[in-house]
């Protein structure tokens, strides 16, 4: 071959490769999935999500699974509907299509509870795609008055307010449902002494310190502890 068709066809072939590398997007999906309550406790579950890639000219070969979150074990809401944002991202790929799916699981006999009953299509984009689905189940609903609550991630606990009443100071506390909370106080802000421990099965839960003892000055903080 001639070279100089040669080095065209090398020229040529390097700028397609270019090309292809700027067209390739990448594929970030933020996935918010609410979880329906049921009059059945589900008790603790597993939740997958999966990121799937495929050529859509190719009906015949399987997806290509590129990214998977698992929550090995979770408490779902026991008053209201659950919330579990995940995010699943990679590397796209020119003329490649993307779907996403999430299912959960028991933890116990890997029996599938809640699922996506639709196809989830992601897009490459330079900003991340946003995406909402409520999960079917077999499970019995059951109507709930109260706002869906965030699950997971979880979010951190903190003292949200402090009142002084006749029988103690009581906080109201930001709580991460499902998880045990350490009450803790002091005088200095260097050493803090444990002075209660709740199980928080709402966003937000009160407590009472009703210690006799008399002190001048006094700081709270919480933290979680072992579920």
């Known amino acids: 071959m001639n070279r100089g068709w040669l080095h065209t066809l090398l020229h040529l072939g390097s700028v397609l490769i270019g090309q292809l590398m700027v067209q390739a997007l990448p594929v970030v999906v933020d996935l918010a999935a609410t979880v329906p309550l049921t009059v059945e406790d589900p008790g603790e579950v597993m939740v997958e999500a999966r990121l799937y890639a495929y050529d859509p000219w190719l009906a015949d070969v399987a997806a290509d699974l590129v990214d998977l979150e698992r929550i090995e074990s979770l408490k779902l809401s026991r008053r209201s509907d659950s919330l579990i944002q995940l995010t699943l991202e990679a590397q796209g790929i020119e003329g490649m299509a993307y779907y ?3 299912r959960i699981t028991g933890t116990v006999d890997g029996e599938l509870i809640f699922f996506n009953d639709q196809f989830l299509s992601v897009k490459p984009s330079a900003a991340p795609e946003n995406l909402a689905v409520h999960l079917a189940t077999h499970l019995t609903g059951k109507g709930s008055l109260h706002p869906v609550e965030l699950i997971y991630p979880p979010i951190s606990p903190k003292v949200l307010s402090l009142d002084r009443t006749k029988l103690g100071f009581e906080l109201l506390i930001q709580s991460v449902i499902n998880h045990v ?21 709402t966003a937000k839960t009160s407590y009472r310190d009703t210690r006799k003892a008399l ?4 700081f709270y903080r919480v933290r979680l502890g072992q579920r």
């Open 100 to 102: 996403c799916s999430i």
């Open 181 to 201: 909370h350490l009450i803790e106080a002091s005088d200095d802000l260097q050493r803090w002494t444990l002075i209660g421990v709740l199980q928080a099965d």
């Open 215 to 218: 002190f001048g000055v006094q």
